[in-house]
């Protein structure tokens, strides 16, 4: 009975929803973010049905499907907003997104260039261009796009950081830095820049990487990538204490970091001399990443250190196996 009354009040307080908004089109999506995907489409759908030619319905229905990763919904939306509004240049960039997603690339740029002959002022539709441009590694056309962007607004954070992005893959690192910095300038929690310039900095070793890992962690405190990094350059200039603590930070957030694991069972096997920890330690590495080759090197010296012979030739047949595949 309990769980009868469970089911029916669910039903209830859906219904409500659906009442709730149903006054008009523009009123009911007050709201309409902290709905479940399910909810969202059966709002969409009632609204829909009343107002069927309302291009903006189907091109929210098209982003909620989008997000949901159901691309084959959201390209039949998308292009039914667009057959009922042509000159509406926002549909064709999510249009560009959806054919993006499914691999197909040349549509993904005729949507772009839709989008910009009904608006030739498109930031984001040349931001587009540039970003799917240094996806396919097509860095010429990814700069024309960019310098589009900046001639439209040259305070666009965006647009530095790509430029950034492709200095750094051409191997030009102090454009790539100057790039990053007015990227900040114009976006100052602008993450993943903070990281690219603490991993610009940390290659080279210089100390200030570490003041870019800490902006980094200080804007996303959940970034172990960042903290695991941090820990590495701590580690490489022998502050080991300093990296221990680093990645017990991460382990605390992500319990089954494979790459921080490691690095505690590495630390204790060569600094502390603690074998029972490190063998704990590349165990649990193993159990979270099974071709982690370097963890069944480690605990093969372990076990040779034991006189555990087999286990120990065990192990390294599995790390030379690996690291052939892996290396």
Same mark, same amino acid.
Do not use: W
């Given at each position: ?25 523009? !009123? ?29 319905? &189907?091109?929210?229905?098209? +982003? ?25 240049? +926002? &549909? ?26 009904? *608006?030739?002022?498109?930031? /984001? ?13 097509? &860095? ?15 305070? +666009? ?9 492709? $200095?750094? /893959? ?19 929690? $602008? ?14 070793? *210089? ?20 903290? $695991?990094?941090?820990?590495?350059? $701590? ?38 001399? !603690?074998? !029972?920890?490190?063998? !704990? ?34 192990? &390294? ?11």
């Amino acid at each position: 009975m309990r769980k009868n009354l469970k089911t029916i009040n669910r039903i209830l307080a859906f219904v409500l929803v659906l009442l709730t908004f149903s006054c008009t089109t523009k !009123d009911n999506m007050k709201g309409f973010n902290n709905l479940s995907f399910e909810e969202k489409i059966a709002l969409l759908d009632a609204n829909i049905k009343k107002d069927p030619d309302n291009a903006e319905l &189907y091109y929210k229905r098209a +982003t909620v499907y989008y997000q949901n990763e159901n691309t084959k919904e959201a390209l039949f939306n998308i292009q039914k907003a667009i057959s009922l509004d042509k000159k509406n240049s +926002t &549909y064709y960039i999510l249009e560009a997104d959806i054919f993006f997603a499914r691999g197909e690339s040349t549509l993904a740029f005729n949507a772009l260039n839709d989008a910009i002959k009904y *608006d030739s002022k498109n930031k /984001e539709a040349y931001l587009k261009i540039a970003e799917l441009s240094f996806d396919i590694r097509d &860095y010429n056309r990814s700069r024309e796009n960019i310098d589009k962007v900046l001639k439209l607004d040259k305070t +666009t954070p965006e647009a530095y950081f790509l430029r950034g992005m492709i $200095y750094k /893959e051409i191997g030009d690192t102090l454009n790539a830095v100057k790039d990053y910095t007015k990227a900040i300038e114009y976006k100052s929690d $602008y993450e993943i820049v903070f990281e690219e310039l603490a991993n610009i900095y940390a290659k080279k070793g *210089d100390p200030i990487a570490i003041e870019y890992y800490k902006s980094t962690i200080n804007i996303n405190p959940k970034n172990v990538n960042a903290m $695991y990094n941090l820990g590495q350059f $701590y580690q490489d200039h022998n502050s080991i204490q300093q990296a221990l603590d680093m990645y017990q930070k991460v382990l605390k957030i992500k319990p089954d970091y494979a790459n921080a694991i490691y690095a505690v069972g590495y630390i204790n096997y060569v600094y502390k001399k !603690d074998y !029972d920890m490190a063998l !704990d330690c590349f165990n649990k590495t193993i159990k979270a990443d099974s071709t982690y080759f370097e963890a069944y090197h480690m605990r093969a010296n372990i076990y040779h250190k034991r006189g555990k012979t087999i286990e120990a030739e065990k192990d &390294y047949a599995i790390f030379d196996s690996l690291r052939n595949i892996y290396q």
